[in-house]
């Protein structure tokens, strides 16, 4: 994906069913009036406390979902591959602000979507605002259960939940051997 826009972004909407459950129409709104960004390796997409107006796809690369504490200590409540929306809670009424952090850890292709026109498009297909909130469910409870896993589990038992988990996500299987398209530093697994 290092340095392609594309010419359109409708194959990608496809694999992502908060927008697949659109109508082609609206697809195609969307479609023209996004705007596609490249991003380097370690670029921040949005900070914590900005204004949370756009709503992101995740076209190509990978990106880091994270919360920093005043002390700018991190913890790390997702890695997305893309395709994958992210930012999903500018659309919720009431939450003007982004609450968490979107850094890439690869360069990375994002389409930007704007969340007055997609919240436009949502509020009138109740299929896709189904997805869209089946996605932000999945989402609270995955960082439910990783909490959890924090206050329940030792240390060993909790290192090896993450590697499967990230074995399971972000692994593929080539010629009988399995390639990891991940490469975390201790402090990036720490962090997670």
């Known amino acids: 994906m290092k340095g392609v826009l594309l010419n359109s972004l409708l194959p990608y909407f496809a694999q992502v069913p908060a927008l697949a ?3 082609d129409d609206a ?3 969307l479609d023209r009036i996004s705007e596609q960004r490249q991003y380097r390796r370690r670029q921040v997409v949005h900070f914590p406390d900005q ?3 756009c709503v992101y796809l995740l076209c190509g690369g990978r990106v880091k979902i994270s919360r920093v504490s005043e002390q700018g200590r991190e913890v790390t ?3 997305l591959e893309g395709p994958a929306l992210f930012g999903e809670m500018g659309l919720v009424e009431g939450c003007d602000h982004y609450d968490l952090m979107a850094e890439t850890l690869d360069d990375s292709l994002i389409a930007v979507l704007r969340g007055t026109e997609l919240l436009a498009d949502v509020k009138k297909c109740p299929a896709a605002v189904w997805e869209l909130l089946k996605l932000m469910s999945d989402r609270r409870a995955e960082a439910e259960a990783q909490l959890a896993d924090q206050i329940f589990l030792e240390v060993p038992k909790r290192v090896a939940k993450l590697l499967l988990r990230l ?3 972000t692994s593929t299987v080539s010629r009988g051997s399995l390639l990891s398209k991940s490469k975390m530093t201790h402090q990036e ?3 997670m």
Do not use: S, V, Y
Request: glycine share 6%; hydrophobic share 35%; charged share 20%.
């Open 21 to 23: 459950a659109l109508p």
């Open 27 to 29: 697809r195609r709104h």
């Open 51 to 53: 204004q949370g107006d």
């Open 77 to 79: 409540l997702q890695i």
């Open 167 to 169: 074995h399971d996500t």
């Open 189 to 191: 697994l720490a962090n």
